[in-house]
């Protein structure tokens, strides 16, 4: 197991496509692994791979108030969406941010388990919101993209100062 470093907007490998896991090996359960631990570790709920720089279709979450029920999305897609709400949003590659964006209220999606096994099901309250932000992420969006661009250019302003200053210890 190994923690992993999470890449900050506006980093542009953010921004790239991650393709999709041909063959389920040992290599896909290792990531997976290393990605749920870095989500426990930065107190996430989600974690896509191409939030730790790697290109590949794999999401990581946990949405037990417990923190002990990981579940791993291999290849998810949204099939059907129906509805539309806002749900209050942050996002571990965008530290200290959270705001309301629009996103469909349920969705039908598919994916596949580590040993293969494709999945389908429909999901509603935070499962789907998290689903659509973390496919979000496979093809290179943040949900800040669904802000204006001047709230978007201000945020960014505010975390590259913060990342160029040190972090005071009193
Ligand atoms: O930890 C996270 N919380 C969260 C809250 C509302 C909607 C989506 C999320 S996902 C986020 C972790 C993350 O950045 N996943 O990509
Ligand atoms: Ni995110």
Redesign the pocket.
């Known amino acids: 197991m190994s923690l992993l470093p999470v890449l900050h907007f506006p980093d542009p490998r953010l921004r790239k496509q991650a393709k999709p896991v041909v063959t389920m090996d040992a290599s896909v359960r290792t990531l997976a692994d290393d990605m749920l631990e870095t989500m426990y570790a930065e107190r996430?709920?989600?974690?896509?791979a191409i939030?730790v720089n790697v290109q590949l279709r794999v999401v990581v979450m946990d949405l037990s108030e417990e923190r002990n029920q990981p579940r791993v999305f291999i290849n998810p897609v949204i099939l059907t969406s129906e509805g539309t709400g806002e749900?209050?949003?942050?996002?571990?590659?965008v530290p200290d941010f959270y705001e309301k964006v629009p996103r469909a209220e349920r969705v039908t999606y598919r994916y596949q388990e580590l040993d293969g096994k494709t999945i389908e099901a429909t999901a509603d309250g935070l499962l789907a919101?998290?689903l659509q932000?973390?496919i979000d992420?496979l093809n290179g969006k943040l949900f800040i993209d669904y802000l204006s661009p001047l709230k978007r250019q201000r945020l960014r302003k505010k975390i590259e100062k913060s990342e160029r200053e040190p972090v005071p210890v009193l």
Request: negative net charge.
């Open positions: 996430g709920i989600g974690l896509a939030q749900a209050q949003e942050g996002c571990l590659s919101v998290c932000h973390e992420h």
